[in-house]
């Protein structure tokens, strides 16, 4: 079982920046990529990011690709999601995900197996 707990969503004004955590199992980062995904209200679930599971290699939507940075730290068993220049767009509750390790490079949700709860990112003017 892969327990899944994203953190740090919040109010950011336009412009800013904001870091999301996900917290997961060790199973999780042995075996599988990790992803962000978010969705706005009336919108489906959209990628935003992947990483393999040892953090050697990512890949982006392409309109978060120069703006957000995933990473991660296998000691922590944490994936991280740097946004930079939020825009009002970018509002939306941004889920952390996990894939099977032969899933690398795809970009749908119903990819990835294993979801936290989600958290809200709001932006402000």
């Known amino acids: 079982q892969v327990q899944l707990v994203e ?19 060790r199973r999780t980062f042995s075996s599988y990529v990790m992803g962000w995904f978010r969705q706005a209200p009336g919108k489906e679930r959209e990628f935003v990011a992947a990483i393999t599971w040892n953090g050697d290699m990512s890949y982006y939507a392409d309109s978060m690709k ?4 995933i990473s991660t730290d296998n000691a922590k068993n944490t994936v991280y999601l740097q946004m930079n220049s939020l825009r009002f767009e970018d509002a939306a509750v941004y889920y952390c995900a996990a894939a099977p390790r ?5 970009r749908k949700p119903n990819d990835f197996d294993y979801w936290g709860q989600g958290t809200q990112v709001t932006v402000s003017s």
């Open 7 to 25: 953190s740090g969503g919040g109010l950011v004004q336009a412009g800013g920046s904001l870091r999301l955590s996900c917290a997961a199992s």
């Open 66 to 69: 120069g703006r957000f940075t």
């Open 102 to 106: 032969t899933a690398w490079g795809r």
